[in-house]
């Protein structure tokens, strides 16, 4: 095929682009060539819009052993364990085919975890759709959850939920953030480096196919009528073999054989065998006739290209070959010598006697081109302030509590995760439901004392009104989530979710995001540790709502049979106690910033205003007294506030783990607010703020130990055997039974789904 | 007492189950790997969950086919201890070591929750520890776990009380008369849906199956 600018515009390539091509190869690229620039160019594996705002975040720490760059973040635990995990996204395949587009998002984030030697112990999943009440949302919806739960399920891997919201601006463009965590020793870590000249390259896993050619490409580009055609774009993946390629990779890392290996994700064998190269500053010959073929007469370009699931592409010492091939024998795999470490820093690429592709690895990796895109602040397209009387009009608050309780993002979401085996390795402490995930760390030497807690976080009304605060509320919710059961944030990964990057608007909510992570990121602690960067999420020119999601992983330091901290009021008779680091606002302000509630959304059905405002220091604090009240053995529960506001909150205190846990008795919450606004007292979402629960006699301590911190601790009322009773200034306000508010959150999702 | 447990390619509660057996034997437990005939000497064998060859064509239909099952049968036929845990319960059905299949849920959607279920009968290895009546709150989580046989194979499995768990007022996939487990004729092979493995500590939700490998370590002793 000629290299025209057909050809061009088919891999996304621009005439500069072309330029700078043929100036680094000093020549013209053959046609196979020109497919990989395009597919290693593609935003999607170059990040070229993106890379210079990156570059601001935080990455490193004294607990950080491994931060960008590699297939995942590496995170020290302690007594020589370290964690490893990411989160990718994988929204243009998923919207395209629902199923399979979710399965592979999993299936690829759990390849970037045992590619570095990690065992994957927890996956969890941040998730995006339109609203349930269109049958083309809840295909997707359905097809998404399917197809996690088909690929974790059979991999064998612990689902400890996520977050999902649903939202019209996702109707289009749903969002699948697939996030991992696995462990390992801190000396059996492995990178994705080609090293040592004349070593050999081994392909191992599934056979190449045809499937998944410009995968990459396509995640680059905005949708239309047309993207069905795309359909064949999307990989098909097979968890089984996946758990196989897991069993035989920890086995043939133990051997010692292997010197670097990389998963074959985004332009399967082109970017895995170039990355190598380029990490280690070496380079790689390799002759594709070698290469495991599911399909006849397949092309270099075809091959190069394919993203066919479940392969990698590994370095092992040179004469000790046999040992790996032996152990992929045993668990029934593919393992080929397909190639040779090289010293030119040049990917070759051999196919039937021919070279068909020559290329410097660095002109496809650090050359790639970086954009500074122009950027204009953008506006939120909504209102400062409410429509006249609305916050005035006097309302049942029973009703509207019921109501809330049963709306789409703060129902309970058990429908979903229902589906997802959240204990396999039974090592699960807190599944799916609470604020966040905790497994404990059962290592091979018996019990450990840590714990690794994991929560995921993004707000994209928030983000539309104001970028930067928006991410930065993410991260803080997502660390105020870990932080509440008792765990210490240690490092964040975040998946950037944002529209067409070509457009003024969107780059500009794209830096504002950045930036706003990296405060948070900085002033909490957490840095960040990788994730992915998902541009283009627009369809027929509709983009979605910029959607950072963060992902934050604690340590939990436990005593032997010690739990951690859950949201439920784990009896009667507690005291509750608000603490909070929200920062003090005038009532003007209050109201102004409740116009980005999921109350003023879903009751008031109108969104103005500004996002909660947060208090970075404060928020620090919190954190650190509620590890220290933790340890102290002061609490008896812990829940963030949040989506709903403080009603839905208590709330959940009550509802959460009822269903799950069939044996757990009723429990309900009765407490007084001094007299305020209602509808702000009730459903505001204030940022900074956890509800906990103790016995009566060790309040004092609390409250001291807050006011030390200077952060407010405000009691306000006891746990009962039943419902959910609120009084405001002395006036009954709320008064639900158990049974009323479950009959409201428990089946709402699963009534639309079923 | 040594007790193993078989490794398919695709089994993920294999780690679990050597964990549990480990546990209660007081030794450490044998991985059996799929393609070997040689129980190395193994007083009683579990079948782990997971998704043995990937469960391809039917859950469990292919396990049946493997070297180690061929070895299984003699061990179960000469009267040993056996148990088939979810997957383990499927291969042990499409073995024909025990009566019955298991269909795809109701639901038709992978289920994954903790639900009460009733000690029917406490003559088995595995149930001895137990009360009859005794009602246990195990996890769940299978796609294809409804169990179903004809109104006479029915029958007769309740007439000799062979029906050993029931679903207690919470039958996740619509299974046939609430039956959660069984036992062939001999009551050496027990199969369930619902793990026990995963059910050893209140801490992860619940402890009530620490008594079926306590029962195991009793009678292999």
Same mark, same amino acid.
């Given at each position: 095929m000629p290299v025209n600018a057909t050809a061009l515009r088919q891999h996304g390539l621009t005439a500069d682009e072309y330029a700078r091509i043929r100036e680094l190869l000093g020549r013209e690229p053959n046609f196979t060539e020109l497919g990989v620039f395009g597919v290693m160019w593609s935003e999607h594996c170059s990040y070229k819009s993106s890379r210079r705002l990156l570059k601001g975040l935080p990455t490193q720490g004294p607990d950080i052993l491994q931060g960008p760059g590699e297939n995942a973040g590496v995170v020290r635990v302690g007594d020589g364990w370290a964690c490893v995990f990411k989160i990718e996204s994988h929204n243009h395949p998923s919207y395209i085919e629902p199923f399979q587009g979710a399965a592979t998002g999993v299936g690829g984030i759990l390849r970037d975890v045992f590619t570095m030697g990690a065992r994957p112990v927890a996956i969890m999943d941040s998730l995006r759709f339109g609203p349930l009440s269109s049958p083309q949302n809840r295909t997707i919806c359905d097809g998404v959850v399917s197809g996690i739960a088909h690929y974790g399920n059979c991999f064998g891997v612990a689902n400890l939920g996520g977050e999902t919201v649903f939202d019209p601006c996702y109707s289009g463009n749903p969002l699948v953030n697939a996030f991992a965590l696995g462990i390992a020793r801190e000396d059996g870590l492995f990178f994705g480096?080609?090293?040592?000249?004349?070593?050999?390259?081994?392909?191992?896993?599934?056979?190449?196919?045809?499937?998944?050619?410009?995968?990459?490409?396509?995640?680059?580009?905005?949708?239309? #009528?047309?993207?069905?055609?795309?359909?064949?774009?999307?990989? &098909?993946?097979?968890?089984?073999?996946?758990?196989?390629?897991?069993?035989?990779?920890?086995?043939?890392?133990?051997?010692?054989? =292997?010197?670097?290996?990389?998963?074959?994700?985004?332009?399967?064998?082109? /970017?895995?065998?170039?990355?190598?190269?380029?990490?280690?500053?070496? $380079?790689?010959?390799?002759? +594709?006739?070698?290469?495991?073929?599911?399909?006849?007469?397949?092309?270099?370009?075809?091959?190069?290209?394919?993203?066919?699931? #479940?392969?990698?592409?590994?370095?092992?010492?040179?004469? *000790?070959?046999? #040992?790996?091939?032996?152990?992929?024998?045993?668990? $029934?795999?593919?393992?080929?010598?397909?190639?040779?470490?090289?010293?030119?820093?040049?990917?070759?690429?051999?196919?039937?006697?021919?070279? &068909?592709? %020559?290329?410097?690895?660095?002109?496809?990796? %650090?050359?790639?081109?970086?954009?500074?895109?122009?950027?204009?602040?953008?506006? /939120?397209?909504?209102?400062?302030?409410?429509?006249?009387?609305?916050?005035?009009?006097?309302?049942?608050?029973?009703?509207?509590?019921?109501?809330?309780?049963?709306?789409?993002?703060?129902? /309970?979401?058990?429908? =979903?995760?229902?589906?997802?085996?959240?204990?396999?390795?039974?090592?699960?402490?807190?599944?799916?439901?609470?604020?966040?995930? &905790?497994?404990?760390? #059962?290592?091979?030497?018996?019990? /450990? *004392?840590?714990?690794?807690?994991?929560?995921?976080?993004?707000?994209?009304?928030?983000?539309?009104?104001?970028?930067?605060? $928006?991410?930065?509320?993410?991260?803080?919710?997502?660390?105020?989530?870990?932080?509440?059961?008792?765990?210490?944030?240690?490092?964040?990964?975040?998946?950037?979710?944002?529209?067409?990057?070509?457009?003024?608007? &969107?780059?500009?909510?794209?830096?504002?995001?950045?930036?706003?992570?990296?405060?948070?990121? *900085?002033? +909490?602690?957490?840095?960040?540790?990788?994730?992915?960067?998902?541009?283009?999420?627009?369809?027929?020119?509709? $983009?979605?709502?910029?959607?950072?999601?963060?992902?934050?992983?604690?340590?939990?330091?436990?005593?032997?049979?010690?739990?951690?901290?859950?949201?439920?009021?784990?009896?009667?008779?507690?005291? =509750?106690?608000?603490?909070?680091?929200?920062?003090?606002?005038?009532?003007?302000?209050? *109201?102004?910033?409740?116009?980005?509630?999921?109350?003023?959304?879903?009751i008031l059905g109108q969104t103005w205003g500004a996002p909660p405002a947060l208090d970075l220091d404060g928020e620090l604090k919190l954190h650190q007294l509620l590890r220290h009240a933790f340890q102290q053995g002061w609490l008896a529960s812990a829940h963030q506030v949040s989506t709903g506001g403080l009603a839905a909150a208590l709330a959940e205190c009550c509802l959460n783990q009822r269903a799950e846990q069939p044996r757990l008795t009723a429990v309900g919450a009765a407490i007084e607010l001094s007299a305020d606004e209602a509808m702000l007292a009730l459903f505001e979402e204030s940022a900074g703020r956890v509800l906990v629960s103790c016995a009566p006699a060790q309040r004092a301590a609390l409250q001291a130990a807050a006011q030390a911190a200077g952060l407010v601790a405000l009691h306000l009322g006891q746990t009962q055997s039943e419902g959910l009773r609120i009084l405001l200034g002395g006036q009954e306000i709320i008064h639900l039974g158990g049974d009323e508010m479950a009959a409201a959150w428990e089946p709402a999702l699963e009534a639309q789904l079923a | 007492m040594k007790l193993g447990v078989v490794v398919f390619p695709g089994s993920n509660c294999d780690h679990d189950a050597l964990r549990a057996a480990a546990e209660a034997s007081g030794q450490a437990a044998v991985p059996l790997w799929h393609e070997s005939q040689d129980l190395e000497g193994c007083d009683g064998i579990l079948l782990p969950g997971g998704f043995s060859y990937g469960d391809y064509l039917r859950a469990g239909a292919l396990a049946h086919f493997s070297p180690i099952l061929g070895a299984v049968k003699k061990f179960a036929d000469a009267g040993h201890p056996v148990l088939g845990i979810c997957n383990g319960f499927q291969i042990l059905c499409e073995a024909g070591m025990l009566p019955g299949a298991l269909l795809r849920n109701a639901g038709l959607r992978f289920v994954c929750r903790q639900v009460p279920i009733r000690v029917e009968s406490t003559s088995t290895p595995f149930t001895s520890a137990y009360q009859r009546g005794e009602i246990l709150y195990f996890p769940v989580a299978h796609g294809e776990g409804s169990y179903f046989a004809a109104p006479e194979v029915l029958d007769r499995l309740e007439q000799r009380q062979q029906v050993v768990f029931r679903y207690a007022g919470d039958n996740p996939n619509g299974s046939l008369r609430d039956i959660a487990g069984v036992c062939n004729e001999g009551r050496n092979v027990v199969g369930l849906m619902p793990h026990p493995e995963r059910a050893r500590r209140a801490l992860l939700g619940s402890g009530d199956g620490e008594k079926i490998f306590a029962s195991l370590a009793a009678v292999c002793q």
């Open positions: 480096k080609a090293r040592g000249i004349g070593n050999p390259v081994i392909y191992v896993g599934a056979k190449t196919g045809r499937d998944g050619i410009h995968g990459a490409t396509m995640a680059s580009e905005e949708f239309s #009528e047309a993207s069905a055609a795309k359909r064949p774009n999307v990989q &098909v993946g097979d968890p089984f073999l996946e758990k196989l390629l897991l069993e035989a990779c920890l086995e043939a890392m133990a051997t010692g054989a =292997i010197l670097g290996i990389q998963d074959m994700g985004a332009a399967g064998l082109t /970017s895995s065998s170039c990355e190598m190269g380029a990490r280690a500053g070496t $380079g790689i010959e390799m002759d +594709l006739d070698r290469v495991p073929q599911r399909e006849t007469g397949m092309n270099a370009y075809e091959m190069l290209l394919s993203e066919s699931q #479940e392969r990698m592409l590994l370095v092992a010492e040179r004469g *000790r070959e046999e #040992e790996v091939f032996r152990v992929f024998r045993k668990w $029934g795999l593919d393992a080929v010598t397909v190639g040779v470490v090289t010293g030119d820093g040049h990917l070759r690429v051999k196919h039937q006697g021919e070279v &068909v592709a %020559d290329i410097p690895n660095t002109a496809l990796t %650090d050359e790639a081109p970086r954009y500074q895109r122009p950027m204009q602040p953008a506006p /939120s397209g909504y209102p400062d302030a409410p429509r006249a009387g609305l916050l005035s009009a006097r309302r049942d608050w029973n009703q509207d509590l019921r109501q809330l309780l049963a709306c789409d993002n703060v129902s /309970s979401k058990r429908w =979903i995760w229902q589906q997802y085996d959240t204990m396999v390795r039974t090592n699960t402490l807190a599944g799916p439901g609470g604020d966040a995930g &905790v497994v404990r760390m #059962e290592l091979e030497a018996g019990e /450990s *004392r840590f714990a690794l807690a994991m929560a995921l976080d993004g707000n994209g009304r928030w983000c539309q009104l104001d970028p930067r605060q $928006g991410a930065r509320l993410a991260v803080a919710e997502a660390a105020r989530k870990v932080a509440a059961t008792g765990a210490q944030p240690l490092a964040a990964t975040n998946c950037l979710n944002f529209g067409n990057p070509e457009k003024p608007e &969107v780059m500009w909510q794209l830096a504002e995001a950045i930036g706003g992570i990296g405060d948070a990121c *900085r002033a +909490l602690g957490t840095p960040i540790t990788g994730g992915n960067v998902s541009l283009y999420n627009e369809t027929l020119g509709q $983009g979605i709502q910029p959607t950072p999601v963060l992902g934050v992983v604690g340590r939990l330091e436990l005593a032997p049979g010690q739990a951690p901290l859950g949201a439920r009021f784990p009896a009667p008779g507690l005291d =509750i106690v608000l603490l909070s680091a929200a920062p003090k606002q005038t009532a003007d302000e209050r *109201r102004r910033r409740f116009g980005s509630s999921e109350y003023a959304a879903a | -």
